[in-house]
């Protein structure tokens, strides 16, 4: 590979996800919405809350995937990529609980509505992946921390997804928009336009996030090699 | 060896073990009767009779908190030279099989005894009686396949009694929900069609998640 | 290690979460966002996130420093 393509592929994808961030941001404060007499201007949050859950339940996958890789191939580099994402996904679901809270006050009236299913549920799964971090402070043998944390991540991924997707179509209400709980969108709330910009801001800020999680990666594997030359000597 | 003959032979010292032994049992079974008659203090003595909501919700969470207690010595208070031994002749999948079979019939009882002290204090107020049971036979499975495999990842972790909480009771919310669901459907009286798709959903975590924990058990690995 | 970097990561939550909630709770506040049809809201949406992303730089900032550190040894 020639160092022209080396550069294409180290910087693309993140000038990709600059340019949608900054269009989407941008194009979703004064681009026109559909009036609607409960959320009038909060509308616009699709581009800005929406987008994070999305964020979190990709990176949350990506972070499934790799402790899948783990348990087939146990390197040190599968397990860093693995507890990587899945600590971006759960900030970005923070963010995305925090902001929903804000949206919240404005549309229902309370930061805290618990009658709706979708706050339960990922309220739950938060706690789930906030558990996966308690396990991994506590088990003091690196190999034996990776390998168990894998498995509680494949383990517990089933009950986050019916947390998340299935719970709230089955409780058959909810205060969120889109046919009883469902995650997608509501055709009537969103037009063809807003929904351009939300898919545009989704992939920014998905790739926003896997961008800090491979610098994240990238300084423990760092941390990681010094140890063990310190060792070495 | 065959799978189930070894399962059934794991069954077996179980069983024994548990037999032998019979105060943990019997701890078990003050603490879901200590547990029924603390509800009764709390609610029944004021209301004649108390909602079939409130009635549900007691019931199911007495149950959850005695599985906690009854499944986390599964795998935590094995003598560990023992274990090793013994698992050296069997494989994996038939310790984990063994354990959530075990675990399945132990919470059955827990669940019928709780019923039973129910049944003196706050009365039953259940209308569809199979699909009650129906509901406590899958909600028996389901609690103690999940406990199970939670059981065996604590156990690897330093102060394990409290991370088996931790980590098990976020997994188990999403079927825990759909059993209080259906039972409270079971408990209104309504059909089977009413509930069909809880069931399915139900029987499909269940499987999903024994398969896991036969296939995710033996990357835990017994040795210490 | 690993124990610090949880510890920060949780007091940054904490302190977040408890200034949303000064912010949600205050009623006059809220009337003023309220106005122009809620568009303020989307404005604070937009800072939090950004908020969100910086102190995650700044506790990776931290994880770097530790290496230097590291390497000055």
């Known amino acids: 590979m020639n160092a022209k393509d080396k550069f294409i592929q180290n910087y693309s994808w993140k000038i990709l996800s600059f340019l949608c961030v900054v269009i989407a ?56 990529y693995s507890s990587g994402f899945a ?43 906030l558990a996966y971090f308690v396990l991994r402070g506590g088990i003091a043998d690196t190999q034996q921390r990776a390998r168990i944390s894998a498995v509680y991540n494949v383990f517990a991924f089933p009950s986050f997804i019916a947390l998340i997707y299935i719970m709230p179509r089955l409780a058959g209400f909810s ?13 009537k709330d969103a037009d063809a336009q807003m929904r351009i910009v939300f898919y545009i801001s989704t992939v920014g800020v998905t790739l926003l996030g896997v961008w800090i999680t491979l610098l994240q990666i990238r300084i423990k594997k760092i941390l990681f090699n010094l140890e063990n030359q310190q060792h070495n000597i | 060896m065959q799978l189930y003959k070894q399962i059934f032979i794991l069954l077996n010292k179980e069983w024994l073990l548990e037999w032998r032994q019979r105060n943990t049992l019997n701890g078990l079974l003050l603490y879901v009767a200590c547990a029924v008659f603390i509800c009764y203090l709390g609610i029944g003595m004021k209301l004649e009779k108390i909602s079939p909501g409130i009635w549900n919700a007691l019931f199911w969470i007495i149950i959850l908190f005695a599985s906690v207690n009854a499944v986390s ?7 560990k030279g023992l274990s090793i031994y013994m698992y050296t002749l069997v494989r994996p999948q038939a310790v984990i099989l063994s354990k959530i079979i075990y675990n399945a019939l132990l919470m059955l009882i827990i669940a019928l005894v709780a019923l039973i002290f129910y049944s003196l204090v706050l009365g039953i107020p259940v209308q569809n009686k ?91 690995g017994v040795n210490h | ?48 996130i950004l908020t969100g992303l910086y102190v995650f730089l700044f506790l990776l900032e931290r994880k770097i420093k530790r290496i230097e550190k590291h390497l000055n040894k």
Do not use: C
Request: hydrophobic share 55%; no cysteine; aromatic share 10%.
């Open chain 2, 130 to 220: 199979s699909a009650f049971i129906l509901t406590m036979v899958l909600g028996a499975v389901a609690i103690s396949s999940v406990f199970t495999m939670i059981a065996a990842i604590a156990a690897k972790a330093e102060n394990s009694f409290t991370l088996m909480a931790v980590l098990g009771i976020p997994v188990v919310i999403p079927l825990f929900l759909l059993v209080l669901r259906l039972s409270k459907n079971a408990i209104d009286g309504l059909s089977y069609s009413v509930s069909v798709q809880d069931f399915a959903m139900l029987i499909a975590l269940n499987a999903i998640y024994v398969a896991l924990s036969v296939i995710l058990f033996p990357f835990i």
């Open chain 1, 175 to 187: 205060l969120h928009p889109g046919k009883e709980g469902n995650p997608g969108l509501n055709p």
């Open chain 3, 1 to 48: 290690m690993i124990r610090l970097q949880k510890k920060s990561l949780l007091t940054w939550l904490l302190s977040v979460i408890a200034l949303i909630q000064t912010f949600a709770q205050n009623s006059s506040t809220e009337g003023a966002l309220r106005r122009q049809g809620g568009i303020y809201i989307v404005i604070i949406i937009i800072a939090i």
């Open chain 1, 25 to 80: 941001y941008t194009v979703g404060l004064v681009m026109k919405v559909p009036n609607d007499a409960k959320l009038n201007e909060t509308i616009r949050n699709l581009y800005y809350h929406v987008p994070m859950w999305f964020g979190m339940t990709i990176l949350l996958i990506v972070s499934l995937v790799y402790a899948i890789k783990y348990l087939s191939k146990p390197t040190a580099e599968n397990d860093f």
């Open chain 1, 87 to 129: 600590t971006t996904g759960v900030v970005y679901g923070i963010l995305g609980i925090i902001t929903g809270m804000f949206w919240g006050a404005y549309a229902w009236g309370t930061p805290w509505e618990m009658k709706d299913p979708k706050m339960i549920g990922v309220s739950i799964g938060m706690i789930l992946y």
């Open chain 2, 73 to 79: 010595k599964s795998f935590l208070l094995e003598r």
